[in-house]
């Protein structure tokens, strides 16, 4: 159908073009893995690799000149763990004084002890921010999707824990927008699996959606009817995980073994078997922990009841934040219609057991509590982008509050409050001729300040002097459809504002932001080059590799004349290799590959022969997989 | 429209209060969501809760009718409905769906509803400050509920106490709906004040049975 004319509403911008903006998809940015998907006519896809994997592991290599960031990357920690961040998720919107209580669940070096601003890491020689390695991962992601779909990828909704703060909120949209993704909204991952889940199914009446990833839990309750998707209530533990899991079965493991201060190396290694344990033991009664301590190797048998001791506690405390959940939303378990599990970490069968126990009935078995929140996020990003008729009516999950006299807090916004809300409070003044004020903002449920979160201070400064209590300042609290904190602070009597968005002081500063978008954009060409040139070295390398392994198995079959060739085109690749020209690597790739020509050939008619002559195929194929060697 | 049209518009009864709108600059009443003429979203205007979500003022009101004006009024408004629209109108609509908020977190609450009535009605909602409670009988009743949960030792002596509470703030709905029916508002003050207690002992009541619980 053609369109004569373009009619639209005046004051409105027509929906940008898709080639404007790039098409829309979900992204779940997980601790552990991060999937993404598309949704085309209210039918989410997940977006696969060739394999068909939809998980893309959060674990980002600074090992190269370039982050690499997936499977590779979890084969690196492997290798050389210093030069590799994973969990980064855990640290998003963190300040120094929060890595006490994470002390010990960051295998990392933190540079510096920088007291303002988010933590630092140092890997490979780099210092670097959450943010940053987060806008890694998404840049990975944005182009996967891109490869996968054909198509620029330009925008998002990304989905956080429905318990991150304001700041790891923040942060979270400082990530996307370094990697160049205009975030549509940020969704709480409990509420985009409700999404999923229920348009799927036509589910109606009261939800509980279960999420347990590798560091967060959050627990949300929802009323679903008639497209209409309400968060009654949230809550949840934003450094609760599987990844603790990994940790208690790695502690044990350390103590049973009686080995002091294992080598980072050491340390890194054992969290990823304690990880296999643990996935072995979904399966089985029994699996074997085994790695390498103080330099022995070192095995031990875990059974699934010791496993099930260790985690119990953990286990526990998440069934402490669902009761509350039911408590602030005033609904009784029993009248809990289905419970959804969300994450990697519910399939561990002691969880499925606590929750079904504690819910009285069999939580929901029949989705992938890895693609459920993306799915739902890709499904959230179509109806932005092209319209539809689902409403997400989400809630605050922590009560926001400001510092008055003697350190305690008064609330302004209570948590579980509908979004977007904004409320005003009026303060006063409590000396004679005060002329500024400190507004401290917080983020809490506790009364006094330091048991809550800081978000950030700002002053309001030329209150004309007056008499203590006589100044009237309304401070106004505003958090939009993406959670996200504004505050204003305005004098009445005299009109004299403030405003602050709630970010400097945990996510990146403005001005720090606007250097890394400014180098990340002059230095684009330039990066899109070095990875073409990363990629033709990788693939002369794996030639290399390749024909090595031929030569030792066949290199009877070659006279020394084509042998020398051979060496010599060898030589040349490598020589191209260490320098920095890529068409010269491509040149002498391809000149060894006529070089080597006969001798593929003569293996060939070999491999041939040796199958004609009767012997097992396992052995030709053994032949056969020399040349895939790599 | 000239001046004098846009005066008698104005004074026309059914009309109720009309500004420019903001885009097109043709009138349109206050309570309008999006402008007659050029459809663009308008802002949300100095209304009653209960207008603003289409529902007869008072303290009896159909809960049920009250959810699904207000879910119809957030389809249209809800911000999720304006990402592709220019930042003026996602501002606008914002504005629109936090006041759509407030209204409703306001009026679905019969504490906070009695506390709005009153105010609306210009009356001081001792509920809404943290005045002084002159209510010596409600004092004593306090005292000593508070001392029976300080030293109840089991689940089922704390549910005893809970269902009490809970009993107390059922019959203090059916004074304050008495109350207002008449416009007895010294009624409805002292019984809004007195559920206002009530329910901040349910809520510590919650809590010490968590302590219990943890204590098991």
């Not at chain 1, 939800?207 to 968060?231: C, E, H, K, N, P």
């Not at chain 1, 330099?295 to 526990?316: N, S």
Request: aromatic share 4%.
């Amino acid at each position: 159908m053609t369109t004569l004319l373009q009619i639209h509403e005046p004051g409105e911008t027509p929906a940008p073009h898709e080639e404007e903006k790039g098409i829309a998809i979900g992204i779940d940015l997980g601790t552990t893995n991060s999937v993404a998907a598309i949704a085309e006519q209210g039918k989410p896809e997940i977006l696969r690799d060739l394999e068909g994997d939809g998980l893309i592991p959060s674990v980002v290599s600074y090992a190269g000149s370039d982050p690499v960031v997936g499977r590779e990357a979890v084969i690196q920690q492997m290798r050389r763990p210093e030069t590799v961040v994973s969990s980064v998720k855990r640290l998003m919107g963190r300040g120094a004084a929060d890595l006490k209580s994470l002390s010990g669940t960051v295998p990392y070096e933190i540079h510096g002890d920088q007291q303002v601003g988010m933590v630092r890491l140092k890997v490979a020689g780099r210092v670097l921010s959450p943010v940053e390695v987060s806008a890694d991962i998404l840049r990975a992601i944005k182009a996967r999707a891109e490869a996968a779909l054909g198509k620029e990828v330009g925008q998002a909704v990304i989905t956080v824990p429905a318990y991150f703060d304001d700041a790891a909120r923040a942060a979270t949209k400082d990530a996307a927008k370094l990697a160049g993704l205009d975030v549509l909204r940020l969704v709480n991952e409990p509420t985009a699996a409700a999404l999923a889940y229920g348009l799927d199914h036509g589910a109606e009446g009261l939800y509980a959606v279960y999420d347990l990833g590798g560091g967060t839990f959050d627990i949300s309750l929802l009323r679903l009817q008639q497209g209409v998707f309400q968060v009654l209530a949230t809550g949840g533990d934003a450094a609760l995980g599987g990844d603790d899991f990994d940790h208690a079965l790695a502690e044990a493991a350390l103590k049973a073994a009686a080995v002091q201060g294992p080598t980072l190396v050491e340390a890194k290694n054992l969290l990823l078997a304690a990880r296999r344990t643990k996935e072995i033991l979904t399966e089985r009664d029994s699996a074997e922990l085994f790695g390498t301590l103080g330099g022995h190797e070192f095995r031990q048998m875990v059974d699934r009841a010791a496993f099930d001791k260790l985690i119990e506690p953990m286990v526990a405390k998440t069934l402490r934040a669902c009761r509350q959940v039911l408590e602030d939303a005033h609904v009784a378990a029993s009248e809990v219609k289905g419970v959804v599990l969300v994450g990697g970490s519910t399939r561990v069968p002691l969880v499925r057991s606590m929750v079904a126990k504690f819910f009285g009935r069999e939580p929901l078995s029949d989705i992938n509590p890895d693609e459920v929140v993306a799915a739902g996020a890709a499904l959230q990003a179509e109806a932005l982008t092209r319209g539809g008729d689902t409403l997400l009516l989400d809630v605050i999950p922590l009560s926001l509050g400001i510092e008055t006299v003697g350190g305690i807090v008064e609330k302004v916004i209570d948590r579980n409050t509908v979004i977007p809300v904004a409320k005003a409070q009026e303060f006063t003044t409590y000396q004679d001729g005060q002329t500024g004020m400190q507004i401290h903002i917080v983020q809490g449920e506790r009364e006094t300040v330091d048991a809550c979160r800081s978000l950030g201070r700002f002053e309001l400064t030329g209150i004309p002097p007056m008499a203590a209590g006589a100044a009237r300042i309304r401070i106004t609290f505003a958090v939009d459809a993406d959670g996200l904190l504004t505050v204003s602070a305005q004098e009445k009597t005299t009109g004299v504002k403030a405003e602050i968005a709630v970010k400097p002081s945990y996510g990146l500063g403005e001005d720090e932001m606007a250097d890394m978008l400014r180098d990340s954009l002059t230095h684009a060409r330039e990066d899109m080059e070095r990875r073409l040139l990363i990629e033709a070295r990788v693939e002369a390398e794996r030639m290399l590799l390749a024909l090595d392994a031929a030569l030792k198995s066949d290199g009877d079959l070659i006279s020394p004349s084509d042998r020398a060739g051979i060496d010599a085109a060898s030589g040349k690749v490598r020589k191209a290799m260490a320098g920095d020209d890529r068409d010269r690597i491509g040149a002498a790739v391809e000149a060894l590959e006529k070089a080597s020509h006969p001798f593929a050939q003569a293996r060939m008619d070999r491999a041939m022969e040796t199958a004609l002559k009767g012997h097992s195929l396992d052995e030709v194929e053994a032949s056969m997989a020399t040349d895939r060697a790599e | 429209m000239s001046q004098s049209e846009h005066e008698r518009f104005n004074q026309s009864p059914e009309a109720g209060p009309v500004a420019p709108c903001w885009s097109c600059k043709q009138p349109v009443a206050a309570r309008a969501l999006f402008c007659h003429a050029c459809g663009a979203v308008q802002p949300p205007g100095q209304l009653d809760h209960f207008a603003r979500l289409g529902v007869a003022p008072g303290f009896d009101l159909d809960l049920d009718r009250l959810e699904k004006q207000y879910l119809g009024f957030q389809r249209a408004m809800h911000p999720d409905r304006f990402v592709t629209k220019t930042a003026k109108e996602r501002a606008i609509a914002e504005s629109q769906a936090v006041s759509m908020n407030e209204a409703y977190e306001t009026l679905k609450d019969p504490l906070r509803r009695a506390a709005y009535l009153l105010e609306r009605a210009g009356k001081t909602a001792a509920v809404d400050k943290d005045q002084t409670v002159h209510d010596p009988e409600l004092l004593m009743e306090a005292m000593e509920a508070r001392e029976q949960l300080a030293e109840v030792a089991t689940i089922d002596d704390l549910e005893k106490l809970q269902v009490e509470a809970g009993a107390k703030a059922i019959d203090l709905l059916a004074q304050l709906s008495k109350a207002f029916a008449v416009d007895d508002y010294e009624a409805a003050n002292k019984a809004a004040t007195r559920m206002k207690y009530w329910r901040k002992f349910l809520e510590e009541s919650r809590a010490r049975r968590a302590a219990l619980e943890d204590a098991l």
